[in-house]
């Protein structure tokens, strides 16, 4: 089975503290993905990685950056928290190509004070 | 940019009703659809990947269907049980340059199956 995890499942930080969430996939997956889901607005795409030290903007990059070293693990920088910031974060990963499905982490319900 | 609609956006069924869900989309233009289960506060669960080669996929009491060309895709729950109370999402999968590879979600359908 593939998995998927986060470093945490519920995290809070204060406003202007430098935020990092990891991803770590144990399928040897070369995508990975970064969301935030928000009541009424959905999932939408932060960032997203097609291969180490490859990265991407999806649609919502502004106040975020990404990092990915190995393959393994894709990990999401707030690099100064904001309230509006305050979200659950999904992680993702998939084998290359656009036939595979993609499989989701268990998030992270960050909030920012 | 793709958008993608769930109707209706909450279900209430007693047990034992089959489930249909509905999505649609406006750029038919895509690879591939998957759906996915959320429960509360939980991440997304892989229910079913439909290619746009296809019309239909099925696993278990759950089946699929894909129709490209008018922009909708139809979940099917069989027999509903209060174990398939969640919120269900549809992902299409782009298909262009500009959109290869990414998902774009619906707000999903919360479902309640009462005993």
């Known amino acids: 089975d593939v998995k998927v995890t986060q470093s945490s499942r519920y995290l809070v930080k204060r406003t202007g503290e430098k935020v990092f969430l990891e991803c770590v996939q144990d399928m040897d997956h070369e995508n990975m993905f970064w969301y935030r889901q928000d009541p009424g607005l959905g999932l939408r795409l932060i960032y997203f990685?097609?291969?180490?030290?490859?990265?991407e903007k999806g649609d919502i990059p502004e106040g975020y950056s990404v990092s990915r070293e190995k393959k393994e693990r894709f990990s999401l920088i707030l690099e100064s928290a904001s309230t509006n910031q305050t979200s659950m974060y999904l992680c993702?990963?998939?084998?290359?190509?656009?036939?595979?499905?993609?499989?989701f982490g268990p998030g992270t319900r960050l909030t920012v004070t | 940019k793709q958008e993608v609609t769930q109707i209706p956006a909450a279900l209430s069924v007693p047990e034992g009703e089959n489930l249909v869900l509905n999505c649609s989309f406006t750029d038919s233009a895509i690879y591939n659809l998957q759906w996915f289960r959320q429960d509360p506060g939980k991440g997304l669960t892989s229910l079913l990947l439909i290619q746009s080669s296809q019309r239909e996929q099925t696993s278990g009491r759950l089946n699929a269907s894909l129709d490209k060309s008018s922009g909708r895709s139809t979940l099917y729950i069989a027999a509903s049980q209060p174990g398939d109370s969640a919120t269900y999402l549809c992902?299409?999968?782009?298909?262009?340059?500009?959109?290869?590879?990414?998902?774009?979600f619906g707000a999903g359908t919360q479902v309640v199956v009462t005993p």
């Open positions: 993702a990963s998939s084998p290359v190509g656009g036939a595979y499905e993609q499989y």
């Open positions: 990685s097609y291969d180490v030290k490859m990265k």
């Open positions: 992902g299409p999968r782009g298909g262009t340059t500009d959109s290869w590879g990414k998902l774009q």
